[in-house]
């Protein structure tokens, strides 16, 4: 398979590849043998004259930073960019597909569809299934960091095999390296945990987030040490300075059929900007898709509970809302898009369900959710809020030792699946 590189991409692999702890090394030999006349602009289109008219990053711009044993693309995104994170996608993807009864998405796609951009496509497992399902389209899959995704396109050879689809050959997706964060007016820090929680609980318990007790919740194996553990967790936050650089926006050298943007809550600062890039990067009439999930955290004294609270707090604070906000309606329409439709789905959370194959499927979300507890808060609590790797560790601990004990038993995932049209008489 053939992997598009911007000329970005190869110098920071040649510079910082072989040092990282991230899951880079496969596809760092393999861009590294393709050497340096694998030059493109993003999305692999016409030339453009100046290096500044694109947002794909620069060499001096990317580095992975490790902490706390974890590697991350970047100084602000929360989520690492590691082995460990990788198979954590890898598995929310089957539960995502699982969500859609083996749908890619949701938007209407013609069979001719011609160009799909994948933004923010992490481990890759979307952009190879969707290659497959539309082989005449051209998939570009953007993320700001470097991941294996040989690993997903050998994954679906194997399924294809096990298919006995052996003459199957995998279609091309052209990979890029960009950071596609916007940022603008300041008008989305301050969110809203409250809309974001949505569980009625949970959100009244973030007004008196400093001051909170908890409630009568029942008792249980982490239950003795809460009290003490719960002052650990009140203390300031100290939120990151925003960035304040002039915003160049996505400026790809085609337009698309189709965007696709899936579990990217927390990576953008500022969704308006990014809508409306979105917007202009479509044809007339093509679609954007939106999906994100949100918990509902029923038991009102849980640490689980505790810790999302905490950490919606830092994440609004820090600039980065983890709210699914941004699936709102509003956001769609500001930036021109019709035909808006959100499909929420419910996906059990846990071993609890009675038949099989909700069973396997919230067994299947619960090891990513325990997979993904502490990789999400490590960063955003060390940083922005002054805890100590091994707090926030004993915190986390306790979180999947709830879970695995059955406190969260009946707890469910919103999935939303949010898709809008650009206009068909729209064609700037
Ligand atoms: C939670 S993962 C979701 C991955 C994928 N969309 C999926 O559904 O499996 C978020 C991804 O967004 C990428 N990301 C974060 N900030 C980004 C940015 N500013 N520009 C491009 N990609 C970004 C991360 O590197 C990561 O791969």
């Known amino acids: 398979m053939r992997i598009c590189l911007t000329a970005v991409c190869l110098d920071f692999v040649q510079g910082v590849g072989a040092d990282s702890q991230g899951v880079m ?5 393999r861009m590294m043998e393709e050497g340096s006349s694998s030059r493109h602009n993003i999305s692999g289109g016409s030339q453009r004259s100046s290096p500044e008219s694109t947002r794909s990053l620069r060499s001096e711009d990317l580095s992975v930073v490790n902490e706390n044993g974890r590697a ?21 993807h089957r539960v995502f597909l699982n969500a859609l009864g083996g749908q890619l998405t949701t938007a209407p796609l013609p069979s001719t569809i011609e160009r799909i ?40 050879k194997q399924r294809l095999d096990e298919q006995g689809m052996h003459d199957v050959e995998l279609p091309e997706v052209t990979w890029e390296i960009a950071d596609l964060d916007m940022w603008g007016p300041v008008e989305h820090v301050e969110v809203t945990v409250e809309e974001g929680i949505e569980d009625e609980h ?18 249980n194996s982490v239950q003795s040490n809460r ?31 189709f965007i696709h943007i899936r579990g990217m809550k927390g990576a953008f600062a500022y969704w308006t900007g990014v809508y409306r890039e979105c917007y202009a990067n479509l044809v007339p009439g093509g679609w954007l898709e939106v999906v994100d999930f949100q918990y509902h955290i029923a038991q009102p004294d849980s640490v689980m509970r505790e810790v999302f609270i905490n950490f919606h707090a830092v994440a609004s604070k820090s600039g980065y809302p983890v709210t699914t906000t941004h699936l709102q309606r509003e956001f769609f329409e ?22 099989d194959e909700n069973h396997t499927l919230g067994k299947m979300h619960l090891v990513s959710l325990v997979e993904s507890i502490e990789a999400t808060a490590l960063r955003s609590m ?32 919103s999935f939303r699946f949010v898709r809008a049209r650009k206009p068909l008489n729209d064609d700037k």
Request: one cysteine or more; hydrophobic letters at 35%.
């Open 25 to 29: 090394s496969k596809r760092t030999a």
């Open 72 to 92: 991350y693309p970047n100084d602000t995104f929360f989520m690492p960019c590691d082995s460990q994170e990788q198979t954590r996608l890898s598995i929310l």
């Open 117 to 156: 951009l994948d933004v923010g496509s992490g481990s890759g497992d979307w952009a190879v299934a969707i290659a497959l399902e539309y082989p005449g389209a051209e998939v570009v899959a953007v993320d700001l960091a470097v991941w294996d995704v040989e690993a997903a396109e050998e994954d679906a």
């Open 202 to 219: 949970v959100a009244k318990s973030v007004t008196g987030l400093n001051t909170q007790e908890g409630g009568k919740g029942r008792a």
């Open 227 to 257: 009290s003490s553990r719960r002052e650990s967790w009140r203390r300031s936050y100290n939120p990151p300075s925003r960035r304040g650089s002039v915003n160049l926006g996505w400026n790809f050298s085609e337009p698309f059929d």
């Open 334 to 355: 500001a930036a021109g898009f019709e035909e808006y439709e959100m499909i929420a789905i419910d996906i059990p959370l846990g071993a609890w369900p009675g038949d």
């Open 382 to 413: 060390t940083k922005h809020a002054g805890f100590t790797k091994e707090e926030v560790q004993e915190r986390c601990g306790d979180v999947v030792q709830e879970l695995l004990t059955g406190v969260h038993d009946q707890l469910e995932t």
